[in-house]
């Protein structure tokens, strides 16, 4: 089954053999996903990761001397995970984690096909549309309530940090809490329609009702100009 045009490297980590075999067998049948190693342990996956670029890791959780969980924290964060477990009481941690997917032993070829096809939707092809910006798309996906939610950039009125969580506020009053950095998510924005204002807010320029020096007025609330901002926010803003 075709999923993209660009092959990814994957790893599949597993301390059971028969789990490895299964999963091995599913990606098979998919295009464009290269079996790197199937390891059975993640020190043996540290020295693939060492020595080659890896796209994709499908992950078990509860393994011998070092667990998925602790695998996943210690790795490069353009590596994704999709887990692959026999225990549901780790999903929280796992998507946590920022995790493509979380997938429950058995698993079917149709689950697992499942979770690729997320992993190329939403990762795989976003960083390819940033590399080329003539062909970046009208939305980005974040993650909220275990799912990967779509959001049209024209339907952003600002997003609000705090700390770790962020909240991006649409035009229809509701509101998106993701646990992303304001700055993770400004790097998804095109840049000539967003304008970062204060540490914990960005604005979609054409949402403004009316600005000074100070403040911005925008969907009925009045947003501070922060003085590490003001100079660019307000050359830009004096530009319309």
């Not at 840049?191 to 009316?210: G, P, Q």
């Amino acid at each position: 089954m075709k999923t993209s045009t660009k092959t990814i490297s994957c790893l599949i980590i597993d301390d059971e053999a028969i789990a490895r075999e299964v999963i091995a067998t599913h990606l098979s049948k998919i295009d464009n996903v290269n079996v790197i190693a199937s390891c059975s342990n993640a020190l043996e996956a540290f020295n693939h990761i060492n020595k080659r670029t890896i796209d994709l890791v499908f992950l078990d959780i509860n393994m011998p001397e070092i667990s998925g969980i602790s695998f996943a924290k210690s790795i490069n964060k353009n590596i994704k995970i999709i887990f692959t477990t026999a225990y549901r009481e780790y999903a929280v941690e796992g998507f946590e984690l920022q995790a493509v997917d979380y997938l429950l032993k058995p698993i079917s070829f149709e689950r697992l096909l499942k979770a690729v096809n997320t992993y190329f939707e939403v990762y795989h092809n976003q960083s390819k549309a940033k590399s080329n910006p003539s062909e970046n798309n009208n939305f980005m996906f974040v993650r909220s309530d275990r799912r990967m939610l779509k959001i049209d950039f024209d339907k952003i009125v600002y997003i609000e940090s705090y700390s770790d969580y962020i909240k991006i506020h649409l035009i229809d009053s509701s509101t998106i809490v993701t646990r992303e950095t304001i700055s993770s998510v400004e790097a998804k924005l095109p840049k000539e329609h967003f304008i970062r204002i204060h540490r914990s807010y960005i604005i979609a320029l054409n949402k403004i009702d009316s600005f000074t020096n100070e403040q911005i007025a925008i969907s009925k609330q009045s947003l501070p100009i922060s003085r590490s901002y003001k100079k660019e926010v307000l050359t830009i803003l004096n530009q319309f």
